[in-house]
């Protein structure tokens, strides 16, 4: 038996280090349409520095209010660089 979908999972930033920099990425899932199977690509958001605050990137700053405030950030990070308020988990 699968375990349930977590509706929130695709709004969920968590931490993706790649080529030496660590950013605050989303996965939302996709559907291919001629196969019908979910794949997952990183959306990045912003960097991550190594007292975990965050630094938006032109992604977040194009998103819409409605797209930041879906947003679902680790407690623990320092979102001071934000201009617009968030959700925080």
Known sequence: MTR?????AQYTIK???TKGHTYAST??????????KKTYKHIHWGTI???NKFTPNNNY???????KNQL???KHWN????????QIS
């Open 72 to 74: 679902i950030f680790p």
């Open 4 to 8: 349930p979908t977590n509706p929130n």
């Open 79 to 86: 979102l001071t660089n934000l201009t617009q308020p968030t």
């Open 27 to 36: 996965q939302p899932p996709t559907t291919n349409p001629k196969t019908g």
């Open 15 to 17: 931490p993706h280090t």
């Open 61 to 67: 700053h194009k998103a819409t209010p409605q797209q």
């Open 49 to 51: 520095d190594k007292n």
